[in-house]
């Protein structure tokens, strides 16, 4: 269970802090970078970088949970 508290609604970014960052409606995790001294997030597979500096500027305080499956070990 991932509890992240932050939500952008223009770029559609869930974050718990700076290092998990969420892209929705996939719900997948974005790839972390530093390029010329500042951090961007970036989708797997993709060119296209968001900065951190854009994605806090529509920030919102609300609580959102993801659930993960659990992968039990056989022994």
């Given at each position: 269970?991932?509890?992240?508290?932050?939500?952008?609604?223009?770029?559609?970014?869930a974050m718990a802090d700076w290092k998990t960052v969420y892209?929705?409606?996939e719900?997948?995790?974005m790839i972390k970078e530093?390029?010329?001294g500042n951090l961007y997030y970036r989708r797997c597979g993709s060119n296209q970088r968001i900065s951190y500096r854009q994605l806090k500027k529509g920030l919102?305080?609300?609580?959102?949970?993801?659930?993960?499956?659990?992968?039990?070990?056989?022994?």
């Open positions: 269970m991932i509890k992240l508290k932050y939500w952008n609604e223009a770029l559609q970014i892209q929705f409606p719900r997948e995790l530093i390029h010329q919102q305080k609300k609580e959102i949970i993801i659930y993960e499956e659990l992968n039990l070990l056989p022994f």
